[in-house]
C-alpha cells in the first residue's frame, strides 16, 4: 500500500527518495530540534501514483518527446498543455481525504477538553528528488504561500506539481532522457 503522506517528524535526510530533497531535509531538522513549523509530505510515491492512475506519465512523456527543445513556442506550448494535463486530472478519493485530514491536523488546536480544528494558511513547496541537475535547476523549485482551504490546498498541489514541468526542465528531461 501507498504511504501517500509523511510527517516531517516521521523523515529524515536519509529519506530524500520518498520525500525529495527538500523534504528530507526538513524532517532532518525537525527532528534535530530546529525550529520547523509543522507540516507533512506528500510523498514521491503518491506523485507517481497520481499521474499513473490519470495516464499522465504516457501524455507527459510524449508531449515531451515531440516537442523541439530549442523553440521557445514549442517549450511554452508544452509547458501550457502539460499544466492543464496536471490541473484536470482528478486525485484518488482516498489521497484526497488523506491530505485533507493531515491539513486539519496542522490547525488542530486543543481547547480546555475540546478540539478545534481552523484551516490554517500553509505553504507548498516542491521537493525534486534530481540531484544530479539541483544546480542547473536552482530557481526551478516552485513556493506557493498563504494558501487557505482544503480545495485551494488540493488545487495548488496540482499547480506544484505541473510547475515541475516549465520552459527550464523540459529541455533538460528531454536532452537526459529523465524518466
Not at 541537475?133 to 495548488?156: A, C, P, Q
Request: aromatic content about 8%; some cysteine; proline content about 3%.
Amino acid at each position: 500500500m501507498i504511504q501517500n503522506i509523511k510527517w516531517f517528524r516521521e523523515l529524515s535526510a536519509k529519506d530524500s527518495s520518498i520525500a525529495g530533497n527538500k523534504g528530507a531535509l526538513l524532517g532532518e531538522l525537525s527532528n534535530e530540534g530546529f525550529n520547523v513549523p509543522p507540516g507533512f509530505v506528500i510523498t514521491i510515491q503518491s506523485y507517481n501514483n497520481f499521474l499513473r492512475i490519470n495516464g499522465l506519465v504516457e501524455k507527459i512523456s510524449q508531449k515531451i518527446l515531440e516537442t523541439n527543445e530549442e523553440n521557445e513556442e514549442e517549450i511554452n506550448s508544452a509547458v501550457e498543455q502539460i499544466h492543464n494535463l496536471i490541473n484536470n486530472s482528478r486525485m484518488d478519493s482516498f489521497f484526497e481525504k488523506e491530505i485533507k485530514v493531515a491539513y486539519m491536523k496542522l490547525g488542530e488546536k486543543k481547547i480546555a477538553f475540546a478540539t478545534s480544528s481552523d484551516e490554517d494558511f500553509v505553504a507548498i513547496r516542491s521537493s525534486p528528488t534530481i540531484e544530479e541537475f539541483s544546480g542547473e535547476m536552482t530557481g526551478e523549485k516552485v513556493s506557493f504561500t498563504n494558501i487557505r482551504g482544503k480545495e485551494d490546498l488540493l488545487k495548488t498541489i496540482k499547480q506544484c506539481w505541473g510547475a515541475l514541468f516549465n520552459k527550464k526542465t523540459i529541455p533538460l528531461i528531454k536532452q537526459n532522457n529523465i524518466p
